[in-house]
Nanobody
Framework: QVQLVESGGGLVQAGGSLRLSCAAS????????MGWFRQLPGKEREFVAA????????YYADSVKGRFTISRDNAKNTGYLQIDSLKPEDTAEYYC???????????????????WGQGTRVTVST
């Protein structure tokens, strides 16, 4: 059974930092590209960042470029999203997702990902 489990969310003041983790099990982690998305209640899921299966290529949404860093450790079957200089508008549920290696790694559409985590909440206070 494939599982992606996010952790690391919480309540933080504006300007602070968090590191989100995504622990994968039940799949060959290095055979999957990864993405991070976020969502507010009643809103569509928004692309945040993507990373290729090897970690050699990354891509960010304009809204987070320069503040967020996506990475992965295939030996630990874990992906990460480092979030710095947090803003109140970063408040959301954050999700990690995986898509097969034999597909395009740079994908911003949620419906193109094969597996999803349950989410971790990030709340940024002013």
């Amino acid at each position: 059974q494939v599982q992606l489990v996010e952790s690391g969310g919480g309540l933080v003041q504006a300007g602070g930092s968090l590191r989100l983790s995504c622990a994968a099990s039940g799949l060959a982690f290095s055979s999957y590209h990864m993405g991070w998305f976020r969502q507010l209640p009643g809103k569509e899921r928004e692309f945040v960042a993507a990373i290729s299966w090897s970690g050699g290529s990354t891509y960010y949404a304009d809204s987070v470029k320069g503040r967020f860093t996506i990475s992965r450790d295939n030996a630990k079957n874990t992906g990460y999203l480092q979030i710095d200089s947090l803003k109140p508008e970063d408040t959301a549920e954050y999700y990690c997702a995986a898509k097969r290696k034999d597909t395009n790694w740079l994908e911003t559409r949620p419906n193109q990902y094969n597996y999803w985590g349950q989410g971790t909440r990030v709340t940024v206070s002013t």
